[in-house]
Each structure stands twice: as C-alpha cells, then as structure tokens.
C-alpha cells in the first residue's frame, strides 16, 4: 500500500449531472517522487437492484444500462461500498436496467454485503495483466434454488427400496 508520506489528489468533475471524481495518487521515497498508483478513476452514484433476469443471474456478473457503461468497451468495474470495501465485477447490459443502477444477483449481493436501494460508487476497472493477478482463489461451488422450490425428506427404507429396485437381480447376470 501506500506509505505515510503519500499524496492524494482529488478532482471533482460534473459531466452530466453527475459528480465524478479523478483521483491521482503518488508516494514519495527519499528525494524523488515515485508513482506508485495513478489511476484515473470516474466513480459514479449508483443504486443496488435485483437482477432482471434468471439468465443474467446465472453469469456471475454485474448488470448496468448502456448509457452508464458500455460492456463492449467497458469489461469491467469496480464497486466500492465502503473506504476499505471494493470489489470487481465483470459487467453485462440490459436495457431494463435503469440509468445510475447496478444489478447483481443474490450470491453476489451475498458476496458483497450488498443491500437493495444501497448506494454504492462504481467505476470502470481496467486489468493491467504485467502489475495485476491473482495470488490465490477460493471456488465455491452450489446449486442455485429458488425459495418455492419444494424439498423432500427421505428416509433410509425408500432409498434402499428404490435402489434395490433398479439393481438387476443376481440370476440376470449368470
């Protein structure tokens, strides 16, 4: 991270009426300036949503209307919720999705710590593959149920009868 004797710049800019801001952020080591991190980042206000379809749901991505970010330029954003919360989502289109709202699914909302109508910052994230990569990943795997579906219980009688069932006889195999 950055030292103690780092500088943060801040700039904001209205485009749209919305309030943007570019932050440019250099550290100091000695006599000379080094730049340790610059990014040009334009956070924009958005709201939390449910994601529009099940389709959608299923991409492990984030969904944004076209006018905010364009997914065919833009493959990427990064969410803030809070000074030491950021997270990276890869991002999709939809055009039920309404301008200044991101939706997300509910494992990614899980994920997140993300509540519907919150607001949160987004901004466009730009993978830098010779600086940036994954150290380490854990993979979580699941089945995604909706809540009406209806669960059975069954006991060890009906398991051993069904299975017991479906196994050929021994005079079969002979």
Same mark, same amino acid.
């Given at each position: 991270?950055?030292?103690? !004797?780092?500088?943060? *710049? $801040? ?5 749209? @009426? ?5 932050? %440019? ?5 000695? +006599? ?10 334009? #956070? ?15 991409? @492990?991505?984030?969904?944004? !209307? &076209? ?5 065919? $330029?833009? &493959?990427?954003? %990064? ?12 991002? &999709? +289109?939809?055009?039920?999705? $309404? $301008? !200044? %709202?991101? #939706? /997300? ?10 509540? =519907? ?8 994230? @730009?993978?830098?593959? +010779? ?20 669960? /059975?219980?069954? @006991? *060890? ?15 079969? =195999?002979?």
């Amino acid at each position: 991270m950055f030292q103690n !004797n780092s500088i943060v *710049r $801040r700039k904001h800019v209205h485009i749209d @009426n919305r309030c943007v801001v570019a932050e %440019e952020v250099a550290a100091w080591s000695g +006599n000379a300036p080094i730049v340790s991190r610059a990014t040009s980042a334009m #956070a924009v206000a958005m709201k939390v949503k449910k994601c529009p379809t099940d389709d959608l749901a299923i991409t @492990n991505c984030a969904v944004v !209307n &076209k006018d905010d970010y364009d997914a065919s $330029r833009i &493959k990427h954003v %990064e969410v803030k919720t809070g000074p030491a919360h950021r997270y990276v989502f890869s991002i &999709k +289109n939809h055009p039920s999705v $309404r $301008r !200044n %709202e991101i #939706a /997300f699914a509910m494992p990614q909302r899980k994920w997140a710590a993300l509540s =519907l109508d919150q607001d949160v910052h987004v901004a466009p994230f @730009n993978f830098d593959p +010779n600086t940036q990569y994954i150290g380490s990943i854990t993979l979580d795997a699941d089945f995604q149920t909706k809540k009406k579906s209806v669960s /059975f219980l069954a @006991n *060890r009688r009906s398991i051993d009868c069904a299975v017991s069932a479906k196994r050929p006889s021994r005079s079969t =195999l002979i």
